[in-house]
């Protein structure tokens, strides 16, 4: 067994550095971020509603 088969599959992701980067460059990466967690909350809804539909259909 070797010792990468130890570590998580999932690896938190090591925060940016933002220091070398300007005000526009923090602006973009912002608008970047927002942008991912849209996509983020559109697909937990879209599961919410399928789930909905599922549980409503087996409540009958």
Known sequence: MDEEDLLPQRQKPKPRDLSPL???ELEAYIAELEAEIARARAEIAGKRKQR???ESLFKR
Do not use: C, F, L, Q
């Open 52 to 54: 909905g539909g599922a």
């Open 22 to 24: 300007g005000v526009a």
